[in-house]
Structures are given as C-alpha cells and as structure tokens.
C-alpha cells in the first residue's frame, strides 16, 4: 500500500477484556515500531521489530501487552486484561531504506471503560 | 534528565512572523535529529532531518543543530495558521540506534 495502515481506527472496550491492533507496515519496510501516545503527551515507545531479529520489547509497559511480527510484515499488539490506563492512541511506523526515517500509520485510539 | 526536552507550549505566533522552537538532548553520542509535525488527532510526519552542525534549509522550514551545546531547533519563517500544529523533536535512543525517543512536543498556534 502507499502508507502504512492500521485498525481499527478506534477501539472501544471494557475493562479487563482483550484487544488486538493491527499495523501492516509500507511494503517492502524492514522495520516496525510500535507507540503509544497519550493526550497531549509525546511519544511512548513500546516495542521494535527488525527483519528476522528477536524484537527489542524494552518498552513494553508491563506483561500485559505484547506483539508479533508475522511474515516480517503485518504486526499485531495485543493487551491483555486491558485497564483504564492503557486507554490512547497506538501508533504505528515502519522505516526503510533511509533507517531513520519513520513513516507513521492513522493510530488506534482505545478507549477502556 | 529526560532524553529529549522541549518546552510544551503553547507557542503563539502571529501569521507572517518567524516561529522558533526548540529542543535539547541529552546523548553527546546523538548523530541524527528529527523534526515531526502532528496535527491534532493526527500522527506525526517527518519535515525535517539534519546530521551536520549548522543549519539546514527547506523552503520555509529550517534546522539548526549545535552539538557543543546538544540543541537543535527548527525555525519556521513566514508562518501560517496551517503551521499550527504540535512539533516533536526526535533523536536516536542512546541504546539503540534504530530507536527514536521522542520529546513531549510543542504546541505551535500561529494567529490570522
């Protein structure tokens, strides 16, 4: 596709139920990074993804959230038992050939009541 | 010391006037530093990058970068109200290279 996409655009969910967004990445982008933003914060890195490599997850905010890369493309974040406070805007950003470049996908914006 | 700082804002500029932002890190080791724009209920896009000391030019936008004194800003010359929007300064994270840490952003509104 022409940018990386994501969804759902918006997640509405109760406490304690189990999420999964999605990012697929710009074709051909070796790289993918997960965020997570807050209102009116900056950007909170959550987890990296590089070709066949194990993942960097030093972000990840506890043992609830995780995510996979399968095929080196498509990548799902998954939070488990979700709380009010994971309630934000996931982002999502593949890189290519420029490493540093990051190409930023729409966000999901969970809501957990 | 957060990694990367910049004063939130907001900034108020009136339309035509330069806008001057600006943004401090903490790594000597930094090499590359990036400059995103996110409008609200948008995800950030990169405008600009730089690696070298000094400045660096695109149309309205320019970089300036001093590693002595570990800042870089971006001015905006001529500003416009769809320049307002939240400037977030990136640089690479000092444990991984292919990470970017992001500051908290400044909000810019220019005024019509």
């Known amino acids: 596709g022409a940018g990386v996409s994501q969804s759902p655009s918006n997640k509405v969910t109760e406490k304690g139920k189990d999420v999964e967004l999605r990012c697929d990445p710009i074709?051909?982008?070796?790289?993918l990074y997960w965020y997570r933003q807050s209102l009116g914060q900056g950007l909170e890195f959550l987890i990296y993804f590089q070709g066949n490599s194990a993942p960097d997850k030093s972000g990840l905010p506890s043992d609830r959230f995780s995510a996979e890369r399968t095929g080196g493309s498509v990548s799902t974040l998954t939070i488990q038992r979700t709380q009010q406070e994971d309630s934000a805007v996931y982002l999502c950003?593949?890189?290519?050939?420029?490493?540093?470049?990051?190409?930023f996908g729409p966000g999901t914006r969970l809501t957990v009541l | 010391q957060k990694e990367v700082e910049q004063n939130s804002g907001p900034l108020s500029v009136p339309e035509g006037a330069i806008a001057s932002l600006n943004c401090t890190y903490s790594?000597?080791?930094?090499?590359?530093f990036f400059w995103y724009r996110q409008y609200s209920g948008k995800s950030p896009e990169l405008i600009m990058f730089i690696y070298s000391n000094g400045d660096k030019e695109d149309g309205r936008f320019t970089a300036q970068l001093n590693k002595a004194s570990q800042y870089v800003s971006l001015l905006i010359r001529d500003s416009q109200p769809s320049d307002s929007a939240t400037y977030l300064c990136a640089v690479p994270h000092s444990g991984s290279a292919r990470q970017l840490t992001f500051g908290s952003g400044t909000q810019l509104t220019v005024l019509p």
């Open positions: 950003a593949s890189t290519g050939t420029s490493a540093d470049t990051q190409y």
């Open positions: 074709s051909g982008h070796t790289a």
């Open positions: 790594d000597r080791g930094s090499q590359s």
